[in-house]
């Protein structure tokens, strides 16, 4: 028993879209990635004004083979690492030029500062980078018709 097939279909073409579709596929998968990235960390950050969890941006290579997720908000640095006592320097925060420090609890010598709060670390334990990522290229994929 024999099958024969026969093609009409331009393979070619075919390959130039499939080629377009994967650079297009890996762009989306990428943003998938950090989205679900960035959803899973917003609820771990810690709001008072909302300045830190509103300043988060996402940014992608042209050709989505990296990306990077940032908060833009200049203190989320301190916040992550602590400050005072529980910061890099492991000292109590004192006064430059002043006699006090000016605080909510009324003037002060010196303070402990703030422990670190690392968000980030406790929203990425929960991301499934390759699930997300076939997530996000398969949903690409499937609207480009393959």
């Known amino acids: 028993m024999n ?3 026969k093609s009409n279909t331009n393979v070619e073409a075919m390959m130039k ?3 377009e579709d994967v650079a297009g596929g890996l762009i989306a998968g990428t943003t998938t990635v950090l989205e679900t990235a960035d959803a899973l960390i917003s609820p771990e950050v810690p709001v008072k ?3 830190l969890v509103n300043s988060g941006t996402i940014e992608i ?3 989505g083979r990296k ?3 940032r908060w ?3 203190y989320g640095r301190y916040v992550v690492e602590g400050t005072g006592l529980f910061g890099p320097f492991k000292r109590k925060i004192v006064p430059k030029n002043a006699k006090a420090l000016k605080t909510p609890w009324g003037p002060r010598k010196s303070i402990k500062g ?3 709060n690392d968000f980030i670390t406790r929203g990425v334990e929960k991301l499934n980078p390759p699930e997300a990522f076939e997530e996000g290229m398969g949903r690409y994929l499937k609207k480009k018709g393959w």
């Open 3 to 5: 099958i024969s097939v």
């Open 17 to 19: 879209r499939l080629g």
């Open 49 to 51: 004004t909302s300045n």
């Open 61 to 63: 290579s042209p050709d």
């Open 67 to 69: 990306g990077v997720l």
């Open 72 to 74: 833009l908000a200049d």
């Open 114 to 116: 703030q422990e670190p």
